[in-house]
């Protein structure tokens, strides 16, 4: 009868003590397919239910930090380095600045522009200098005023630019005769008088590059194109010589030459 009581006790204590089904070891290959594992009694509730309640713990806070990651790149604070989405949302400006200066730069490239450059030349062909240049457009003209050295009366020479990027003489005023002016109608010419000034016009001359010899003293050689005065002494030297050339460029190489000669001119007056 006391053996049958003690087992009724124990019996009844297990039924109270609660029971964990835990594997001792993890399956292998062999044993996953049988599910095969041992039972055990839990040594210590209270701690397994502390284990449970901070692997609980680290997932809730887990979870947090996800959403407050969320929360950040909604509001819209810099995530480049933790999200390759959002390092691509940063450089969206970038590529479309980049994208805007290629744009510009091939605009400036497809268009066109006419310019007159001039060269000095010495009599060495291989000496050849670009000086400055200067846009105008097929039809336009420019003049070249100088001082006659006998006379001491000024010479107005006007030449316009073709469409074959030619230069013809469009006419030649002056009011008093001297060595190296026309003295009456040459050829295709024709003279006009007007107001105490000769004016000698109709030319069926074209050159392709304009040459011409700058004054030592006297003549003082000045361009003038689209209002513009340039004196030639300035770009080089009194008994220079230099060449005024036509040329159909592109804006952008344009651009960069009137920077380069920018540079020069501006380090040659700092040296000077």
Known sequence: MQSGKRDSEDIAGRQRRPVVFTCDTPFNDQKRGSGEGT???????????????????VKSSGKQRQESLSVNESAGMPECMVDNRRKMKCFKPLGFLTAGLALVLLYLY?????????????WQPSSITRLAQYPIEKGETFTIIWTHSVTRQPVTEVYRLND??????????????????????????????????????????????LPVRIGQMVADHTLVIRHKTIPLQELSRPGGFITIHP???????????????WL?????????
């Open 110 to 122: 497809w268009m066109p522009v006419t310019v007159l450059q001039i060269y000095e030349e010495e």
């Open 39 to 57: 039972i055990h009694r839990m040594k210590d509730p209270v701690k397994s239910i502390r284990g449970i309640k901070s692997i609980n713990s």
């Open 164 to 209: 074959d990027l030619t230069i013809g003489i469009e006419e030649m005023l002056f009011n008093e005769h001297g060595p190296n002016l026309p003295s009456g109608p040459e050829g295709s010419t024709l003279w006009e008088i007007k107001n105490g000034m000769f004016r000698v016009y109709n030319y069926d001359m074209v050159f392709e590059a």
């Open 264 to 272: 020069i001119t501006k380090i040659s007056k700092e040296t000077a």
């Open 247 to 261: 040329q159909q460029t592109n804006a952008l190489q344009y651009l960069f030459e009137e920077g380069r000669l």
